[in-house]
Every structure is written in structure tokens, then in C-alpha cells.
């Protein structure tokens, strides 16, 4: 079936430091790539994505290229900022068959920035 | 509204009860969707309508658990005889459409603690 795994957290780092959260699928189509956030207190929101290979997603200074030879969408930041501190998740989503409809999601990845 | 809201937003209930979580999409919205999130878990897929047709219901766990969805408005969870384990925050989104990569837009949840 279907699946994401995402780098274990938490991460924590400080301002203006360079992040990285890894995120490798598993799918059985051809899927979209999403990266989703979760601030404190907030719902879950998109943050990027990508529908098709080499694309690259940005949003907030954060990057992620979709990479169909590594089965990868990694997120990637610069320089973080304390507001930068939330919950990661990256999904997946097959454009196709009957299950088209849901996003597969990873476990989360907690990122902690301190000042 | 300007988002997709979600009723109650806390539900404390005890074991054997029956249980009804509401979700009112962004207006126009077709494709409506429900997830749960367990603790230290990532989000679960559960089922999705278009319009208030469910093509999917692969991800409802048990047959105590049912959704339906009055034309492409409010759509309600149901979970009959609660138990311990579906003790979660259950999360609604909806999409404009379905069979693109339309972004999910989520509601704030309703957490559901089943004692």
C-alpha cells in the first residue's frame, strides 16, 4: 500500500539555522507531494506541494523538490525563525482509481527553533 | 463561512456511548473528508464524499463507525458503543474538487476523549 515515512523528531535547532526534514514515499500510482503544517493551537494547513517529478514546491522561504529516482520530497529551510516552530507532515495523494480522494500522511515531525 | 468548522470542538464521552461529530465545509467545496489523528500518530484516513456520494470507506476502522454527507453541505461522523482506542482528534477537510490535486483545507478538529 501507500505510504510516507518522515525523519524522526523532534528537531530542534536555533534561529537562522539551515533545516532539513526528510521525507521518503512508497506508492503504488503516481502520486502528489505535500508538505502540511501544524502551528500551536492551530488546524492543519498546507504549507507546499508538488504534482509531478523535478517539480519544486515553496512557500514561506521553506522548499521542497519532488524527486521520482529517490522516492523523495524533502522539506528544506535556510534560516529558521522561532515562528517556524510546528508540526511537519508530509502526505501523498494518488490522482486515480477510487482511493484518489486521500492523503496518505507521514507520523509528524515536531521542529522546536529557539532564539 | 470562511472555513471549514467542526462540532464540538471537544467531546468527553464515556465507553459504550454513541457519539455524532459535525463538519461544515467551506461553502462550494465538493469533496469533503474525514482523518483521525491518534496521539503520537499521524493522520488516519477514514472516508471522503463527493458531493454526498462515499466512493471510499476503505479507512473506517469498524462498522461502528459511519459518516454521511447531505448534499455537498454538513457531514456527520458517527461512531456507535465508543471505545477507548477511538479516543483521537478527528479532523474534516473539503476540497473544491477531487480529481485534481486540490489542496485539503482542515478544520480545527473535535477532540474526542473516551473514558
Known amino acids: 500500500g501507500d505510504s510516507v515515512t518522515q525523519m524522526e523528531g523532534p528537531v530542534t535547532l536555533s534561529e537562522e539555522a539551515f533545516l532539513t526534514i526528510n521525507c521518503t514515499y512508497t506508492?503504488?500510482?503516481?502520486?502528489?507531494l505535500f508538505w502540511y503544517v501544524q502551528y500551536p493551537g492551530e488546524g492543519l494547513q498546507l504549507l507546499l506541494k508538488?504534482?509531478?517529478?523535478?517539480d519544486k514546491g515553496s512557500n514561506k522561504g521553506f522548499e521542497a523538490t519532488y524527486r521520482k529516482e529517490t522516492t523523495s520530497f524533502h522539506l528544506e529551510k535556510g534560516s529558521v525563525q522561532v515562528s517556524d516552530s510546528a508540526v511537519y507532515f508530509c502526505?501523498?495523494?494518488?490522482?486515480?482509481?477510487?482511493?484518489?480522494?486521500?492523503?496518505?500522511f507521514g507520523q509528524g515531525t515536531i521542529l522546536t527553533v529557539h532564539p | 463561512g470562511a472555513g471549514v468548522s467542526q462540532s464540538p470542538s471537544n467531546k468527553v464521552t464515556e465507553k459504550g456511548k454513541d457519539v455524532e461529530l459535525r463538519c461544515d465545509p467551506i461553502?462550494?467545496?465538493?469533496?469533503l473528508y474525514w482523518y483521525r489523528q491518534r496521539l503520537g500518530q499521524g493522520l488516519e484516513f477514514l472516508i471522503y464524499?463527493?458531493?454526498?456520494?462515499?466512493?471510499?470507506k476503505s479507512g473506517l476502522p469498524s462498522d461502528r463507525f459511519s459518516a454521511e454527507r447531505t448534499g455537498e453541505s454538513v457531514s456527520t461522523l458517527t461512531i456507535q458503543r465508543t471505545q477507548q482506542e477511538d479516543s483521537a482528534v478527528y479532523l474534516c477537510?473539503?476540497?473544491?474538487?477531487?480529481?485534481?490535486?486540490?489542496?485539503?483545507?482542515f478544520g480545527p478538529g473535535t477532540r474526542l476523549t473516551v473514558l
Open positions: 477537510a473539503s476540497s473544491l474538487l477531487i480529481w485534481t490535486a486540490d489542496t485539503q483545507y
Open positions: 506508492a503504488t500510482g503516481y502520486p502528489s
Open positions: 508538488a504534482t509531478k517529478a523535478d
Open positions: 502526505a501523498l495523494r494518488i490522482t486515480g482509481g477510487t482511493s484518489y480522494g486521500k492523503l496518505t
Open positions: 461553502s462550494g467545496h465538493t469533496a
Open positions: 464524499f463527493q458531493g454526498n456520494s462515499a466512493p471510499d
